[in-house]
T-cell receptor, first 115, second 113 residues
Framework: GESVGLHLPTLSVQEGDNSIINCAYS??????FIWYKQESGKGPQFIID?????DKRQGQRVTVLLNKTVKHLSLQIAATQPGDSAVYFC??????????????FGTGTQLKVEL | KAGVTQTPRYLIKTRGQQVTLSCSPI?????VSWYQQTPGQGLQFLFE???????NKGNFPGRFSGRQFSNSRSEMNVSTLELGDSALYLC????????????FGPGTRLTVL
């Protein structure tokens, strides 16, 4: 079936280093992807999104890369800070072609920032 | 601007009971989506409501239902609760826009005993 999956369940980085979180998707027709951050006890928080007509998008300290050839998505966090520690999810909005929202989430990656 | 609010935050029920969860979207947002989050299955889409109509639906049994009111507030109901329904139920709202950015509430933690 169609799915969005993450490669690594846990990623540990040193404070100040760059972090890269990866995600694979299987639906070649997907055209909208989102990264979310979820801290303990909270709902997911939007980080950045990208449409399939782009291969890169930058935000504040974050960059999302999309490789449609291999159906791969990545989130890069520059100068990782302790406050970045959280679970990161990639998601694909399956509802856009028919209108609306229907997010399919990856399994999540736990990012741990070591001091 | 107030965020998405969900009530109650915590709930304990027993098998066979039913439960109703409430979600108030951000002011001006007309789309409300519901998700179930469990350690085993992760985040799974339940359904989306827009202008009081269900617009998208996930792959959950008919025991899971929802509705949306004219003020965009939404409720979801789970009947005949099972142990496996224990989860964090998240609500997300979005305004009509090209990007459909969704804002999530803190969730309702449901425990079924």
């Amino acid at each position: 079936g169609e799915s969005v999956g993450l490669h690594l369940p846990t990623l540990s980085v040193q404070e100040g280093d760059n972090s890269i979180i990866n995600c694979a998707y299987s639906n070649s027709a997907s055209d909208y992807f989102i990264w979310y951050k979820q801290e303990s006890g909270k709902g997911p928080q939007f980080i950045i999104d990208i449409r399939s007509n782009m291969d890169k998008r930058q935000g504040q300290r974050v960059t999302v890369l999309l490789n449609k050839t291999v159906k791969h998505l990545s989130l890069q966090i520059a100068a990782t800070q302790p406050g970045d520690s959280a679970v990161y999810f990639c998601a694909e909005n399956m509802g856009l072609t028919g209108g609306g929202n229907k997010l399919t989430f990856g399994t999540g990656t736990q990012l741990k920032v070591e001091l | 601007k107030a965020g998405v609010t969900q009530t109650p935050r915590y709930l304990i029920k027993t098998r066979g009971q039913q439960v109703t969860l409430s979600c108030s979207p951000i002011s001006g947002h007309r789309s409300v989506s519901w998700y179930q989050q469990t350690p085993g299955q992760g985040l799974q889409f339940l359904f989306e409501y827009f202008s009081e109509t269900q617009r998208n639906k996930g792959n959950f049994p008919g025991r899971f239902s929802g509705r949306q009111f004219s003020n965009s507030r939404s409720e979801m109901n789970v009947s005949t609760l099972e142990l496996g329904d224990s989860a964090l139920y998240l609500c997300a709202s979005s305004k009509p826009s090209l990007d459909n950015e969704q804002f999530f509430g803190p969730g309702t933690r449901l425990t079924v005993l």
